[in-house]
């Protein structure tokens, strides 16, 4: 099922108008936002104006693309002319953007409907959407636990209905983690195929821009709206941008689908595996042959990771500094105005990465940690070639547990990181996952199912996790809120 598809047609054949379609959602996020918390601000009278723009061409007899008149949420970590760009920092509160970052003025330039801006953990270091500055956002399968992160108020607005489609990005799992605790599906594109421009920087070689959709469709129509080269960004590929949705309709009789056996141990919830096991034979009874692989370097992504991310944390977020835009605060000496600033602006967690980063570049430690570090990526990376050398794609869990409570891993952060310990690999290596909802625990809380290509070939991811949920009943299932 396509939720774009079924509000374009509504809108063609006069059923609904843009006007009222924006109108119904706006009250939706006022009504269900007391308790969620998705949003760090709405765009409602923009969304409004931009929803008679439609309704006005409509009028007039012309033709709509699809996006147009499709209410879409924006994570703020992406700059929005006139509209402000948090990262949920403080540090950012007053933050304007003078200029729009390529993936929204793609979705503008089609006609969809931008109603807010989602929160998430600060400059998107985190796992939980605790770390904001401003607000922890709930999940909605239950308020009391963690919707994930650092997308968390994307993946949520999505899950309860608040959007139809949003934008995340994903430095370690930010997209895939958090759509496996919400239960919607959620695309880590591959490394450059997204252009970055206009993403406030976390870790540049690993961050990447992607959809949340409650289905594979609508992420597939969504992918192709924002994908392609762009000048503006020097990391952006050169390659030809398909409409994914035509590897939908596509069977799977006949793929190989590796089982990454290194994400089957220790510290996987049973309930996760249970699902998981599940998910193959669904797998296998659509046609495809499923077998278990080994990345045998796996399990040192997460240590890779924790070096990496924060060395390119520390660089990026110097330019935090009270001169030029921002929180300032007034002191004494340049030294001073630094210091007071940056202890009041960032949050426990970004200085803490702050710290790991700025430590792991100093002279004498470069060697010992980063050059190392940065080598095991490149064996991570050898793993994953050789596996997808005898297979298709691969599979493993999203996440090794459901959604944890609220403050349950706020004062351990080794246990929170290891909440990314499936989804880091796969961006130390640049390639492109999907995760899909494939089951529910005892507690009624979504299961995720990570789906991992090689670069470039989301059409495999695209083929496989259409075909599986169009056989399963997980993505019918919405969250309780009314």
């Not at 953007?97 to 953990?121: C, F």
């Not at 992420?219 to 409409?243: E, K, R, Y």
């Not at 994914?244 to 190989?256: A, E, F, P, S, V």
Request: glycine letters at 8%; hydrophobic letters at 40%; a negative charge.
């Amino acid at each position: 099922m396509s939720f774009i598809r079924q509000l374009h047609r509504q809108l063609i054949t006069k059923e609904r108008c843009a006007l009222e379609i924006t109108t119904d959602i706006l009250a939706r996020i006022e009504r269900l936002e007391p308790k969620l918390r998705s949003f760090l601000v709405v765009t409602g009278s923009q969304a409004l104006e931009a929803a008679r723009r439609v309704d006005a061409r409509l009028a007039q007899g012309e033709e709509i693309g699809l996006l147009e008149g499709v209410p879409i949420a924006i994570k703020d970590n992406l700059c929005t002319k006139g509209i402000p760009t948090t990262c949920g920092s403080q540090i950012l509160r007053n933050f304007v953007p003078p200029y729009e970052s390529t993936v929204t003025a793609k979705l503008h330039s089609q006609g969809a409907i931008m109603v807010g801006k989602t929160n998430l953990d600060e400059f998107a270091m985190g796992s939980s959407t605790e770390n904001s500055g401003y607000q922890v956002t709930a999940n909605p399968w239950d308020i009391s636990r963690v919707p994930g992160g650092s997308s968390g108020g994307s993946a949520a607005a999505v899950a309860a209905q608040e959007c139809i489609v949003a934008l995340g990005s994903d430095t370690g799992g930010s997209i895939r983690q958090p759509a496996s605790f919400c239960g919607v599906v959620g695309l880590k594109p591959t490394y450059g195929l997204v252009s970055r421009y206009g993403l406030v920087a976390y870790a540049s070689s690993l961050d990447q821009i992607g959809p949340f959709a409650r289905s594979v469709e609508d992420a597939a129509i969504l992918l192709s709206a924002i994908a392609g080269n762009d000048p503006q960004d020097s990391t952006s590929l050169n390659v030809t941008i398909a409409d994914y949705t035509q590897y939908l309709q596509k069977d799977i009789k006949g793929l190989k689908i590796g089982l990454i056996k290194e994400t089957l141990g220790t510290g996987l919830s049973s309930e996760v595996s249970q699902s998981l096991q599940e998910a193959i034979k669904q797998l296998e009874s659509l046609g495809a042959e499923v077998i278990e692989v080994s990345c045998p370097r796996f399990r040192y992504g997460l240590a890779a990771y924790y070096i990496i991310a924060p060395s390119e944390a520390s660089a990026n977020l110097a330019r935090y500094d009270a001169v030029r835009y921002g929180l300032r605060e007034e002191a004494d000496s340049l030294l001073s105005m630094y210091r007071q600033t940056r202890s009041h602006g960032l949050g426990d967690e970004v200085k803490r990465r702050i710290m790991i980063g700025t430590y792991t570049l100093s002279a004498g430690y470069y060697d010992a940690y980063y050059l190392k570090a940065q080598k095991v990526r490149t064996l991570i990376k050898e793993d994953f070639e050789n596996a997808l050398s005898q297979v298709d794609v691969l599979i493993s869990p999203t996440s090794p547990t459901t959604a944890f409570k609220v403050g349950e891993k706020t004062t351990d952060p080794l246990s929170m990181y290891l909440s990314d310990l499936m989804t880091i690999p796969v961006n130390l290596a640049g390639l492109p996952a999907i995760s899909v909802p494939c089951g529910f625990d005892s507690l009624g809380l979504p299961i995720g199912l990570q789906i991992i290509s090689n670069a470039l070939r989301e059409d495999l991811l695209f083929q496989v996790a259409h075909a599986y949920e169009q056989s399963t009943p997980w993505h019918l299932r919405s969250p309780d809120l009314d």
